[in-house]
């Protein structure tokens, strides 16, 4: 797995934890953030060609 392979599993990992934790508590700044970031990395991921589960 190349770096940028890893570096988006690994963030997306973090803002899907993050987007369900906002969710939990309710706060809905943080949940349209997280699903920004998340539509920003899977942009990028399709970009370049990675694949990407269909998960959250």
Same mark, same amino acid.
């Given at each position: 797995m190349g770096e940028l392979t890893a570096t988006i599993h690994r963030? %997306?990992?973090d803002a899907y +934890?993050? %987007?369900r934790t906002a969710r +939990?508590?309710?706060?809905d700044l943080l949940v349209d953030?997280?699903?920004?970031?998340i539509d920003d990395l899977r942009r990028t991921a399709a970009d370049?060609?990675?694949d990407l589960p269909h998960c959250g």
């Open positions: 963030r %997306l990992s +934890d993050s %987007l +939990d508590t309710g706060d953030a997280q699903q920004a970031e370049h060609g990675i």
